[in-house]
């Protein structure tokens, strides 16, 4: 999340640390056997592990690769929980559709009119913090038109590793963003920023008088049935099996490798905090474009895309992504730091796929490295969406953290 379109995390694991595959069959499917060479491709160019969750006309398939913690020889568990990050917005844009039809909220008043403490534009509306065309800065940094980063919050470097457990509150995070200049004027471009989804929470809060969570967990996880979902607040651990995460960076040219799976993630709170598994997303995606959660016409808002530059297009808080084989898919990219998830699925939810990659041992500032990881990554996403190689070139499949 931290410079709003920015991949995020790569590692390099030997040959050695590779344990191969496990899987479960939901039924009778045949063996993915390019889906497995895919997830081993990208252990080999740097992931810790993978775990893949796919439902299409082949059949139901789970199955992972590599190892739950680097140097050991347990596997990846396909039911492990693990940091979702933005995916996290898609359900607060979920509960904010289920507010306007209650006629709490409208999407096309001003955010000021029901935060009036911040003293946003008038101009930016509901609809606009949902779909990241507000303009407002991204309070974990933005890339500059020249490449270089307008920083934020320290997330990057010896920096944030020494802040890893430090508690934000949500209104600091917003005031880090109001300090600094609008990128462009409200509804006049597209622009991820974290800044939007952390008003998004704050609303919510504001209509129901509870806090956001609350709302998320009577509104989605109960109905739903999602146990192995959670908001972990200020709360460093990461509850039930899990793989760990990894973050490599670098200090006057020596490399360092933490193990990142404690942190503290009020840092990305209704923007990104939220563990989960990808039986918990499947049923979500699932009740979610099902219309469970949703009316018709609140899915269909949730479903009106901006042009998104090289993401191509985005809703209310719902990407939409072309795999190169077919039907687009619907979902979200999410990525804290040592995790990186995707969850999408075809609007008839007929094809679906949700994926946890773990990151390992190397410095995603080396851009041989991070490239051969985010391709090898690439890979599994759309080979998982297609069942197969796709025929024409994959597009860049972007993380969103």
Request: proline fraction near 6%.
């Given at each position: 999340?931290?410079?709003?379109?920015?991949?995020?995390?790569?590692?390099?694991?030997?040959?050695?640390?590779?344990?191969?595959?496990?899987?479960?069959?939901?039924?009778?499917?045949?063996?993915?056997?390019?889906?497995?060479?895919?997830?081993?491709?990208?252990?080999?160019?740097?992931?810790?592990?993978?775990?893949?969750?796919?439902?299409?006309?082949?059949?139901?398939?789970?199955?992972?690769?590599?190892?739950?913690?680097?140097?050991?020889?347990?596997?990846?568990?396909?039911?492990?929980?693990?940091?979702?990050?933005?995916?996290?917005?898609?359900?607060?844009?979920?509960?904010?559709?289920?507010?306007?039809?209650?006629?709490?909220?409208?999407?096309?008043?001003?955010?000021?009119?029901?935060?009036?403490?911040?003293?946003?534009?008038?101009?930016?509306?509901?609809?606009?913090?949902?779909?990241?065309?507000?303009?407002?800065?991204?309070?974990?940094?933005?890339?500059?038109?020249?490449?270089?980063?307008?920083?934020?919050?320290?997330?990057?470097?010896?920096?944030?590793?020494?802040?890893?457990?430090?508690t934000y509150q949500p209104e600091e995070l917003v005031g880090v963003a109001l300090a600094k200049p609008p990128r462009f004027e409200p509804g006049t471009s597209w622009s991820y920023s974290n800044t939007n989804y952390v008003l998004a929470g704050l609303l919510v809060?504001?209509?129901?008088?509870?806090?956001?969570?609350?709302?998320?967990?009577?509104?989605?996880?109960?109905?739903?049935?999602?146990?192995?979902?959670?908001?972990?607040?200020?709360?460093?651990?990461?509850?039930?099996?899990?793989?760990?995460?990894?973050?490599?960076?670098?200090?006057?040219?020596?490399r360092k490798l933490v193990d990142i799976t404690k942190l503290n993630p009020s840092w990305a709170t209704s923007a990104g905090e939220i563990i989960s598994t990808t039986k918990d997303l499947d049923r979500f995606i699932t009740g979610l474009l099902g219309g469970k959660?949703?009316?018709?016409?609140?899915?269909?808002?949730?479903?009106?895309?901006?042009?998104?530059?090289?993401?191509?297009?985005?809703?209310?808080?719902?990407?939409?992504?072309?795999?190169?084989?077919?039907?687009?898919?619907?979902?979200?990219?999410?990525?804290?730091?040592?995790?990186?998830?995707?969850?999408?699925?075809?609007?008839?939810?007929?094809?679906?796929?949700?994926?946890?990659?773990?990151?390992?041992?190397?410095?995603?500032?080396?851009?041989?490295?991070?490239?051969?990881?985010?391709?090898?990554?690439?890979?599994?996403?759309v080979v998982a969406a297609c069942g197969k190689t796709p025929p024409v070139a994959q597009r860049q499949l972007v993380d969103l953290r």
């Amino acid at each position: 999340m931290s410079t709003g379109i920015r991949r995020f995390g790569t590692a390099v694991l030997t040959a050695a640390l590779v344990t191969g595959l496990t899987a479960t069959t939901a039924t009778a499917a045949p063996e993915r056997t390019e889906l497995r060479q895919a997830m081993n491709e990208l252990v080999t160019a740097g992931g810790a592990g993978v775990q893949v969750r796919v439902h299409d006309g082949q059949g139901n398939w789970a199955g992972s690769a590599g190892t739950r913690e680097l140097g050991g020889h347990a596997k990846v568990p396909t039911d492990g929980r693990y940091r979702v990050g933005s995916i996290t917005k898609t359900f607060v844009s979920t509960v904010i559709l289920q507010l306007v039809g209650e006629g709490k909220v409208e999407l096309d008043k001003p955010v000021d009119q029901y935060l009036p403490r911040f003293g946003l534009d008038r101009r930016i509306t509901v609809r606009m913090i949902l779909q990241h065309t507000s303009g407002l800065f991204n309070y974990t940094g933005e890339v500059n038109p020249d490449g270089s980063l307008d920083p934020g919050i320290p997330l990057d470097g010896q920096e944030f590793i020494d802040k890893r457990f430090h508690t934000y509150q949500p209104e600091e995070l917003v005031g880090v963003a109001l300090a600094k200049p609008p990128r462009f004027e409200p509804g006049t471009s597209w622009s991820y920023s974290n800044t939007n989804y952390v008003l998004a929470g704050l609303l919510v809060e504001q209509l129901t008088g509870t806090d956001y969570t609350e709302q998320l967990s009577r509104r989605i996880l109960h109905p739903l049935g999602l146990r192995d979902t959670s908001f972990p607040g200020t709360r460093p651990g990461i509850p039930g099996p899990h793989a760990h995460g990894y973050y490599a960076y670098s200090v006057e040219g020596e490399r360092k490798l933490v193990d990142i799976t404690k942190l503290n993630p009020s840092w990305a709170t209704s923007a990104g905090e939220i563990i989960s598994t990808t039986k918990d997303l499947d049923r979500f995606i699932t009740g979610l474009l099902g219309g469970k959660l949703l009316s018709p016409p609140l899915l269909a808002e949730m479903l009106k895309m901006a042009p998104a530059g090289e993401l191509g297009a985005y809703g209310l808080g719902v990407q939409k992504m072309e795999t190169g084989c077919g039907e687009p898919v619907y979902g979200h990219t999410g990525g804290i730091h040592g995790y990186q998830s995707f969850l999408f699925s075809t609007l008839d939810g007929t094809n679906r796929l949700e994926i946890s990659l773990t990151q390992g041992d190397v410095d995603t500032s080396d851009p041989a490295a991070a490239e051969k990881y985010y391709r090898a990554a690439e890979k599994v996403a759309v080979v998982a969406a297609c069942g197969k190689t796709p025929p024409v070139a994959q597009r860049q499949l972007v993380d969103l953290r």
